[in-house]
Nanobody, 125 residues
């Protein structure tokens, strides 16, 4: 079992930055891929980014490329999503998740076995 706790959400002005954290505990290690998804009201949960357990490779949704950076140190069980240049369309609940599968086959929620509780991101224009 893996437990994930995500945090770092909040209110920020458009153009600002936030850093989300995802702390994993339980049967962790470098085996799992860490992903971030987001879900806005009335919309489906969508893929944002994913990083391998070692932190060596990452994948991003097109709408965050160049703005968001996902990271994870292979020796640590904490991952991060640095979000810069936040836009009015970025507000959502952001969830971290863990998958035993490797990139790039981890862009769908069904590929993940464990989920954090979610952290709210709000962007004011």
């Amino acid at each position: 079992q893996v437990q994930l706790v995500d945090s770092g959400g909040g209110l920020v002005q458009a153009g600002g930055s936030l850093r989300l954290s995802c702390a994993a505990s339980g049967s962790t290690g470098s085996w799992f891929t860490m992903g971030w998804f987001r879900q806005a009201p009335g919309k489906e949960r969508e893929f944002v980014a994913a990083v391998t357990g070692s932190g060596g490779s990452a994948d991003y949704a097109d709408f965050v490329k160049g703005r968001f950076t996902i990271s994870k140190a292979g020796s640590e069980d904490t991952g991060y999503l640095q979000m810069n240049s936040l836009k009015p369309e970025d507000p959502a609940v952001y969830y971290c998740a863990a998958s035993p599968r490797s990139l790039p086959q981890v862009q769908r929620p069904g590929e993940y076995d464990y989920w954090g509780q979610g952290t709210q991101v709000t962007v004011s224009s």
